[in-house]
């Protein structure tokens, strides 16, 4: 489990080294982590880690299918502002029923949707064009690629048969015994390792890691809050967990990163080490209450997911209602 900021300085000239690390990155800690990382993508610039996703991963997740039950991994889509979603979406009829009150013959009821796909609110899958570093993109593609009209290289189309695999659901709370990771607590490899051994389930590539931090059951019972300054999240050292078991795409119900950053320098390092390193599709603020009755219930935490965004040809998001088939 995660061993505090008091970590063994030791370990600290090393943060592969110790699967607990937990102390904050410095600058050239972060640096060597990233370059490691990005030395080991599986499929720099082309699909990304969508790559480990074979013909057969997806049988082997078809066979997990036992119930039938269906569930979502999403949230409602928010329309009314809040300290964690200054921006709602904007959603209107534009030929509400009732202006045909009274008349004869067929009607249709028309709206009209509109959303800002990056916020702290609502579930979205996050393409590899999103995260710009050192001036690139993924792969080393110049980040001149993203324009006012949208991105011509690695867009969400990247995604667009769909992205449709194991989705193996670490469940931190549970293994810690509390209900929810409070804003600014961060998951380790070590968190990672346990909740495997805890519920009986490995890791493994092509597999879509959805990583439970009680984001959602906190804000549903204490409220929203302001999740951009401060949430629970992973460990940018852990993200090299998923670089060693070959996960296809990382999913939460935070947004991955915790806030405060826990590496000098840079805001948003799992993002950074995850979508620009690894070229790992992200989906963040899903929601796993759903599911997990299910899982308890069978008492098993892998599934078939299946996750289809939008086709937005050049967009760097697209908001995503994941589907867990047990």
């Known amino acids: 489990m995660s061993t505090g900021p008091g970590a063994d300085p030791a370990s600290a000239s090393d943060p592969g080294a110790d699967p607990g690390y937990s102390a904050p990155l410095g600058r050239e800690e972060f640096r060597a982590l990233y370059a490691s990382l990005r030395a080991g993508a599986v499929d720099p610039g ?24 269906t569930v979502t991994l999403a949230s409602p889509i928010e329309t009314r502002p809040g300290p964690d979603n200054p921006h709602p979406a904007g959603h209107r009829l534009t030929s509400p029923p009732g202006a045909a009150a009274g008349s004869t013959g067929l009607a249709f009821a028309t709206d009209r ?4 796909v990056h916020g ?53 709370p549970r293994v810690r015994g509390v209900p929810w990771l409070e804003p600014g607590d961060h998951v380790t490899t070590d968190d990672l390792l346990a909740a495997e051994t ?34 629970a999240g992973l460990h940018p050292a852990a993200v090299a967990f998923l670089a060693e078991r070959r996960v296809a795409a990382l999913g939460s119900d935070s947004n991955g990163d915790t806030a405060p950053s826990l590496a000098e320098g840079v805001d ?39 996750i289809a965004p939008l086709r937005l040809p050049a967009a760097t998001g697209s908001p995503v209602n994941p589907i867990a088939i047990l």
Do not use: K
């Open 198 to 231: 805890a519920q009986h389930v490995r890791v493994g590539p092509g597999d879509i890691l959805l990583l439970r931090v009680g984001h959602r059951r906190r804000r549903l019972e204490a409220g929203p809050w302001d999740a951009a300054g401060r949430r």
């Open 46 to 69: 082309g699909r990304g880690a969508l790559a480990t996703i074979t013909p057969e991963t997806v049988r082997a997740a078809a066979a997990e299918v036992r119930s039938g039950r």
């Open 113 to 116: 949707f509109a959303m800002n």
């Open 268 to 306: 948003f390092p799992v993002h950074v080490l995850a979508i620009h390193a690894l070229g790992i599709h992200l989906l963040d603020y899903l929601q796993f209450e759903s599911v997990l009755p299910l899982c308890e219930q069978e008492d098993r935490w892998s599934f078939l997911c299946v």
């Open 120 to 172: 702290d609110a609502d579930s979205h899958l996050d393409a590899l064009c999103h995260v710009v570093y050192e001036g690139t993109l993924h792969g080393g593609v110049p980040a001149g690629t993203v324009t006012a009209d949208g991105a011509t290289a690695l867009p969400v189309e990247l995604a667009r048969d769909g992205i449709v695999g194991r989705g193996v659901l670490l469940d931190i």
